[in-house]
C-alpha cells in the first residue's frame, strides 16, 4: 500500500495536537505492546492485594512489638547481616554507577532503590549505634547517606518525569505524577 509521505515542512507547521494525533495514529497497536488485558488486571489485582493486606497487618505487628521488644537484644549472625546489608548497598551503587555510565533509562530502578538502601542503613546505623558511637553515626548520616540518598532518589524522580513529559502521546494539560498507566 501507497503511504502519502509528509514533508519536513508540513511536519514543521504541524500543531502540537496534529503532531500527536499523527503520532497517535502511527503507533503501533496496544495489543503488541502491551501484556493482554486480563493478564495485567489479575498481576495488579494481586499486587495491590498483597500492598493492602501488608499494611494492614503490619499495623497491628508494629503496635505489637512496641509492647513487647526489649530495650537491648544481641543479635546471632550480626556481622553477616551488616555485611550483607553492605554488599547489597554496594551492589545497587554498583548498578547504578554502570547504568548511568551506559545511559541506560533502567537506571531510574537502581537509584532509587540505592537511595532508599542509603536511608535505611543511617537509620540503622544511628538506633543500632551505642551511645558513644551515635554521634560517629549521625555525621556520617548528616553528611554522607543522607545527602547522597537524596541526589539518587530525586534524580530518579527527575529522570521518570522526563520520561513522561517526552513521550509523544503525553498531555500537557496532565502533570506527570498523575499520568496514568496506559493499561
Known sequence: MAVPELSDEEIAAMSDDERRELIGRLRLPPERVLPRPEVVRV??????????????????????????????????????AWIGFDTALVLMMATTAYLGWHRRVVVLLPAFGTGILLLVDAW????????????????????????????????????????????????????????RLPF
Not at 126 to 149: F, K, N, Q, Y
Open 43 to 80: 498481576h495488579r489485582r494481586v499486587r495491590l492485594a498483597l500492598m493492602v493486606g501488608g499494611c494492614l497487618g503490619l499495623i497491628p505487628w508494629i503496635v505489637y512489638l512496641g509492647f513487647s521488644l526489649p530495650a537491648e537484644y544481641h543479635a546471632r549472625n550480626w556481622p553477616l
Open 124 to 179: 540503622f546505623d544511628i538506633v543500632t549505634a551505642d551511645a558513644r558511637d551515635v554521634w560517629v553515626s549521625a555525621g556520617t548520616a548528616i553528611l554522607g547517606e543522607i545527602p547522597l540518598a537524596l541526589l539518587q532518589i530525586t534524580g530518579a524522580i527527575l529522570l521518570l518525569r522526563f520520561l513522561i513529559l517526552a513521550h509523544p502521546l503525553h498531555d500537557p494539560a496532565v502533570t506527570p505524577f498523575r499520568t
